[in-house]
């Protein structure tokens, strides 16, 4: 920024509520008052819907990519009929501290037949004939913007929390003259150009990393390298100590600029089966889950890992690498499943093509090869997730995810993911990580994908240069929840997961007490039909067999927070290949309801999470625990919102007293935070504490991590620490609720009134039962 990182911190407090100036962004202008709604839709397939975060590496912090764009049907018919010329594309950010919104980007004189772009097409053209013209690749010229360059990627004052980027297309029935601009035109030019040749436009905005003093403080010195200073971070923090998380929510920044969770959360993992065409049906419970958490925002937001195997690992990728909705995923799927099996490849031995008769003969002669058309499979592939590398896809969640895959050699189980991991080594764990290093470099998503498809007689294996051949997941893991239970106790401190969540695509009901047959056939009960069967039910291949050895391998604590969606099937199960069944499993899976419902109370359950304030007050026989209840969901507003109208009178409770009702007077009216200041009495710091949401009379969930002893948390705050947090917050003084954008109210509770809380806590509690009785509830 070029002025001192405390000067530009204290910059961004003082203006901090100097931002939306959305009346003054481009489309506000003269020139669009013909127009005052959006009539084309602009799309970024990369980022995801609109309010969707920005990677790291679509800012200053990384590559500084330009997101891929794309235009609505409506936009290409008027392009085809005459009435659409040329486009203008400009990036603006109106949330600058700044009398008038920063210019990003600015494009002009872009073809009408340009129905989208991406970031190789905002490079210099090399046919130019001079600088001047400033031509691109994509076919189109590019103006003024602040930083000078072609394209500026996002980088909010410090600490002037999150801003928002908008992407604007308008279409013109003139095409811009070059002879009334500048060289290197500016939007003013522009505006007054475009006067009654505007017939369209659009908006698309997203959020970019909210960049704060936490990011610097708690991020460690690996963080932002060359930003700041460690005599600026030290300065920093005797100005501000209180500062801990991000100010939206609640999160660290780790080293590759993703954010993770607070170290007092604990890992919510959803894992994928493989099935073929049966993958609708996961897709489906996907829809259903979103539905019922929050149809308007990512139900990526609510997973920390993600792993699928075979057609899960392709439904994971679209999710969470490159972060399509649900229904997105779903219109993908279905177009890959008929493509992909629609057209068999020729047979190896024609020969013997009347063997086919003979379903496991077949399977047997085909066995070095694949029965479907590997390069329509990579070719499609590679059309639907671009050249999108996996290492460098994290999501601002800090959305850690993989697919699994085995070895053509041994069928050693391997992992390919987004991320690097550190600590024990990945033999002693029963698995290989693929991540990419200098000398082997870079594993793309389609490669990934194509990996964990390769199913054996299926489709032929793939070779990545530099890592070996791989084939289907399945083989090992089919339900990849173990290995996904393996990778968080590799990665995270804790190694636990406040939710498990396994997705299935359909099992064969089967009756509990089989009758056996007195009659055997030599074909159905011979020795390759006896081992074909039991391989098919193995719990390697077989899903829900996995899943149910799994299940009962846990005790009664821990189950509560394990859940399975899957769908019963009466008859045989349809093949992998049968796309014939698609629409049908996805209409059984809309009636199917399942545990759905507490599913979703569990996920809002452990949306909160417990932090002390400050160390143990001795109170006689007691101690006093001073603390925080934190939201970690990135719409907290919403989110509280959404409880409360389904759940008016939720309310927390540790041990059965009442810690009070859920409130909007808790969230920060700015920045959106959500914070509630509890206390509770313990008699030692070993013992534990269990606080819950209870929603209801009858259902009430655990937040994040609990039951857990008091001193774990002292112990991983480093609340006892003898030279104090490696943040520099203060482990005597209390909480103050107010946000650093100072405009929540202060509500610490005194230490005077702490004696009698537990009887005010319940008196206050039995009251509002009383009214509640009163009400008819």
Avoid at 55 to 76: C, D, F, Y
Avoid at 269 to 288: M, P, R, S
Avoid at 651 to 659: E, I, K, P, R, Y
Wanted: glycine share 8%; with cysteine.
């Amino acid at each position: 920024m070029g002025i001192p990182t405390i000067v530009e911190y204290s910059l961004s407090k003082l203006f901090y509520s100097a931002r939306a100036r959305d009346k003054k962004l481009f489309t506000r202008g003269p020139a669009f008052s013909d127009f005052p709604n959006a009539t084309i839709d602009i799309e970024s397939p990369e980022v995801g819907p609109s309010s969707s975060y920005l990677s790291v590496q679509h800012t200053q912090l990384g590559e500084e990519r330009v997101p891929e764009l794309r235009w609505s049907k409506q936009a290409t018919d008027d392009v085809i009929a005459g009435i659409v010329q040329e486009y203008i594309l400009i990036v603006e950010d109106p949330d600058a501290p700044l009398p008038t919104p920063i210019t990003h980007g600015l494009y002009y004189s872009i073809p009408s037949t340009v129905t989208g772009v991406n970031n190789g097409d905002f490079r210099t053209a090399e046919d130019s004939s001079s600088t001047s013209t400033y031509h691109l690749t994509g076919g189109f010229k590019y103006g003024q913007n602040r930083g000078g360059k072609i394209y500026l990627g996002p980088r909010p004052l410090l600490g002037h929390g999150p801003h928002r980027y908008f992407f604007q297309l308008i279409a013109l029935k003139e095409k811009v003259d070059a002879g009334n601009l500048s060289t290197v035109a500016n939007k003013e030019e522009l505006a007054l150009e475009i006067q009654g040749k505007v017939i369209g436009w659009d908006i698309s905005w997203r959020l970019g990393i909210d960049m704060t003093m936490n990011h610097l403080v708690t991020g460690g010195p690996e963080v932002f390298q060359g930003v700041v200073s460690k005599d600026e971070v030290e300065a920093l923090t005797r100005i501000c100590s209180k500062v801990a998380y991000c100010e939206v929510a609640f999160v660290y920044i780790a080293s590759d600029g993703t954010v993770a969770a607070s170290r007092d959360c604990r890992i919510r993992l959803f894992a994928t089966d493989g099935g073929g065409a049966k993958g609708v049906v996961t897709i489906g419970f996907i829809q259903k889950l979103q539905e019922a958490l929050d149809p308007k925002r990512p139900v990526q937001e609510n997973a920390g890992l993600s792993i699928g195997t075979s057609t899960g690992g392709v439904i994971n990728l679209g999710l969470f690498g490159k972060n399509w909705t649900p229904n997105q995923c779903l219109t993908f799927f279905r177009k890959f499943a008929k493509i992909i099996f629609a057209s068999k490849a020729k047979a190896r031995f024609s020969i013997w093509s009347w063997i086919s008769l003979c379903s496991w003969v077949s399977w047997i002669m085909r066995i070095s090869g694949g029965r479907y058309d590997a390069d329509i499979l990579e070719k499609f592939l590679q059309e639907a997730y671009g050249t999108t590398p996996m290492f460098h896809t994290a999501r601002p969640s800090g959305m850690k995810y993989a697919v699994t895959a085995t070895t053509l050699s041994d069928a050693t189980l391997c992992l390919i993911s987004n991320y690097h991991t550190k600590g024990k080594p990945t033999s002693n764990l029963g698995y290989k990580h693929l991540a990419p290093t200098s000398d082997k470099g870079e594993i793309l998503i389609w490669e990934a994908a194509r990996c964990t498809t390769a199913a054996p007689t299926i489709f032929k294996p793939k070779r990545l240069r530099s890592f070996g051949t791989f084939q289907d997941g399945g083989l090992r893991n089919n339900n990849p929840v173990r290995p996904g239970l393996r990778l968080v106790s590799r990665i995270w401190e804790d190694g636990d997961c406040d939710i498990v969540l396994s997705i299935g695509n359909g099992f064969e009901q089967k009756p509990l007490s089989p009758v056996a047959s007195n009659f055997r056939n030599l074909f159905l009960d011979g020795a390759l039909a006896r081992l074909y069967r039991a391989s098919m039910e193995s719990l390697s291949l077989n899903g829900q067999n996995s899943w149910d050895d799994h299940w009962h391998g846990l005790d009664e604590e821990t189950k509560t927070n394990h859940f399975r969606l899957n769908l019963p099937l009466q008859g045989k199960e349809p093949g992998i290949d049968d796309i014939d069944s698609m629409d049908s499993l996805y209409q059984k899976t809309m009636c199917h309801q399942g545990d759905m419902m507490e599913i979703v109370r569990a996920f809002k359950g452990v949306t909160f999470f417990f932090e002390l304030d400050r160390t143990l007050v001795d109170d006689g026989p007691f101690y006093i625990c001073y603390g925080s209840i934190l939201s970690r969901s990135p719409g907290s507003p919403r989110f509280i919102q959404l409880l409360t109208s389904d759940y008016p009178y939720a309310q927390f409770f540790n041990h059965g007293t009442s810690l009070g009702y859920i409130s909007k007077n808790d969230i920060c009216k700015l920045c959106g935070r959500y914070t509630k200041l509890v206390a509770f009495r313990v008699r030692h710091s070993s013992d534990q504490a269990d606080i819950y949401l209870r929603f209801n009379r009858l259902s009430h969930r655990r937040i994040s991590a609990f039951p857990k002893p008091i001193d774990w948390f002292i112990k991983r705050q480093k609340l006892n620490a003898k030279f104090g947090q490696p943040n520099h917050k203060s482990t005597v003084e209390p909480r103050q609720s107010d946000c650093s954008c100072q405009l929540q109210r202060k509500r610490d509770i005194p230490i005077s009134l702490a004696g009698n809380l537990k009887r005010r806590l319940v008196t206050r509690t039995r009251t509002r039962r009383k009214k509640i009785r009163g009400n008819g509830d």
